[in-house]
């Protein structure tokens, strides 16, 4: 059964300081997703990470895949308070499916 | 343009009624999904479609949950006989395939959600 584990579950950072939130997945899989969710609000999508050794970037945010490790990373650079929300990712159950499985999610709080 | 759009965005019920949420995915997208989040998880996979056809309910948690989508568009989620514990957000999605054909992925957009209440 495909798990999909984040960490850490909760975060608190101040503004300017760097960290990183990982997410692990338990079955191979060639593509994970990282979205964010505000409080109360519905997903949006922010990464597709396609193959292993891929990296993207968005602004202070900075996403890689390691397919052999079944390891991804979302870094954070320069927190600012309104990248504060809950972080997201997800796994194909299976390659040629859609049958997705998300992670607990990260919940990150920026304070000032 | 319109995004995914998800009718009523609250829906308060009794024990042992029955429910239907709505989904209007963004115009073209082909696959649609259903997710059940509850507070403080992630989204859960209930269903996805595949234009009319539902290509993989392995999500759906008992036979209390049905969901159709007869036109390739629309999609309405049911839920019979509710109990307290079918009580959370109700999220759609919808995708389109992007990417060459070897190395496809579906991007999916999400609606605001519909928040299902059973007392």
């Known amino acids: 059964e495909l798990k999909v584990e984040q960490n850490p579950l909760f975060l608190s950072m101040q503004e300017g300081k760097n960290y990183t939130i990982y997410c692990n997945y338990s079955t191979t899989s060639d593509r994970l997703y990282w979205y964010r969710q505000d409080p109360g609000k519905s997903l949006e999508s922010l990464f597709v990470?396609?193959?292993?050794?891929a990296v993207k970037q968005e602004g202070r945010l900075m996403a890689s895949l390691d397919t052999k490790a079944r390891l991804s990373t979302l870094h954070i650079t320069a927190a600012v308070h309104d990248l504060s929300a809950t972080y997201f990712c997800?796994?194909?159950?299976?390659?040629?499916?859609?049958?997705?499985?998300f992670g607990p999610g990260t919940r990150l709080s920026v304070l000032p | 343009g319109a995004g995914v759009s998800q009718t009523p965005s609250n829906k308060v019920t009794e024990k042992g009624k029955y429910v239907e949420l709505r989904c209007d995915p963004i115009s073209g997208h082909t696959a649609l999904y259903w997710y059940r989040q509850s507070l403080g998880q992630g989204p859960e996979f209930l269903i996805y479609?595949?234009?009319?056809?539902?290509?993989?309910d392995s999500g759906l948690p008992n036979d209390r949950f049905f969901a159709v989508r007869p036109e390739g568009s629309v999609s309405t989620l049911k839920i019979q006989r509710t109990e307290r514990g079918d009580s959370a957000m109700y999220l759609c999605?919808?995708?389109?395939?992007?990417?060459?054909?070897?190395?496809?992925?579906?991007?999916?957009?999400f609606g605001p959600g519909t928040r299902l209440t059973v007392l």
């Open positions: 999605a919808s995708s389109s395939q992007r990417g060459r054909t070897l190395i496809s992925y579906n991007e999916q957009f």
């Open positions: 997800a796994v194909v159950r299976d390659n040629y499916g859609q049958n997705f499985v």
């Open positions: 990470l396609l193959s292993n050794g």
């Open positions: 479609f595949q234009g009319t056809g539902a290509a993989d």
